[in-house]
């Protein structure tokens, strides 16, 4: 990108070109975990109003358990969400308010090296039925409208993160590049190394470079199902790949998850060995992962 290149892309490629680098884990979950309320639809996005204390505190735990990237507290904080839940006129407001609470969390847990803040971009609809996403035009515009919200609200850097199918992936990086903000994009795979849409996770790479994410991911699925998507993925894509999977417990149709089954933290952290292995660049934990989840990856990266 020459010497017009976006200053936070810039450092972090120059991280990741140092070495491994590790994402903050669950927070919807973990939220669930202290006691805080998480009813859908507004998921992780209702302890913004009810607990914004306890949002600054994770991000610092995970700070102090050893993220270099943090994702602010934006997963559901766009206005389709909001919107089901009437309160459609506070998008702008709640998105400034998760950014804020982030860059607090990280000052507060006073890190001794650089950490990247990033604003999440989830899908527009159901994370896990590719069904349920919206016509191109709709994608345009509410993509569009949520990276607005996200450079409105300061955020330096955007992860794209838990996409089903390419076409959403595409406009969501496709709004990013037009904000100008860096971004990076993961996908939610099954168990076979597609996306949940069927599509395989080699065409989603190739479709998704010449919008030019730093990196590409795999997130929000079981580590099993991670790595054999992380094999088909690094023989796809030169760019940097990595890993943010489940841990313990499932999804939930009342509150969002449950902690029963799922992975145990030592199992994680025997995926992630492997996730390293095979050249993952980033790792990190997604739903039912927690600071001791991050402390026990920083150890590994040690």
């Not at 993952?280 to 934990?285: P, T």
Request: charged share 25%; hydrophobic share 40%.
């Amino acid at each position: 990108m020459g010497e017009d290149q976006h200053p936070v892309r810039a450092g972090l490629e120059a991280e990741l070109a140092r070495g491994p680098m590790l994402l903050s884990g669950g927070f919807g979950t973990e939220l669930l975990r202290r006691g805080v309320a998480t009813p859908l639809p507004l998921w992780s996005t209702d302890a913004l109003l009810r607990a914004p204390d306890v949002v600054r505190e994770i991000h610092a735990e995970y700070v102090r358990a050893g993220a270099q990237i943090v994702t602010a507290n934006t997963f559901r904080a766009d206005r389709v969400t909001l919107a089901r839940a009437g309160l459609a006129d506070r998008t702008r407001e709640l998105n400034k308010l998760a950014l804020r609470l982030a860059r607090e969390g990280v000052a507060q847990a006073r890190p001794s090296g650089a950490v990247f803040v990033a604003g999440s971009v989830a899908p527009v609809a159901d994370c896990y039925d590719p069904g349920s996403v919206p016509d191109d035009r709709t994608l345009v515009i509410e993509h569009g409208v949520r990276v607005g919200h996200l450079v409105s609200a300061g955020a330096p850097l955007a992860l794209v993160e838990t996409m089903n199918t390419i076409r959403e992936a595409r406009a969501a990086l496709g709004a990013c590049r037009a904000g100008n903000l860096p971004a990076l994009v993961s996908f939610v795979c099954d168990g076979e190394g597609r996306l949940l849409s069927g599509e395989p996770i080699e065409d989603a790479a190739r479709a998704i470079e010449e919008l030019e994410p730093i990196a590409v991911l795999v997130n929000c699925c079981a580590p099993r199902d991670a790595t054999l998507a992380l094999e088909r993925l690094r023989s796809a894509t030169d760019l940097p790949v990595g890993v943010y999977a489940n841990g313990r417990g499932g999804p939930d149709d009342a509150e969002g998850w449950r902690f029963r089954g799922g992975t145990s933290r030592r199992a994680y952290v025997r995926e992630a060995r492997r996730w390293l292995a095979l050249g993952a660049r980033l790792i990190g934990g997604c739903c039912g992962t927690d600071p001791r989840t991050i402390q026990a990856l920083r150890k590994l990266l040690r």
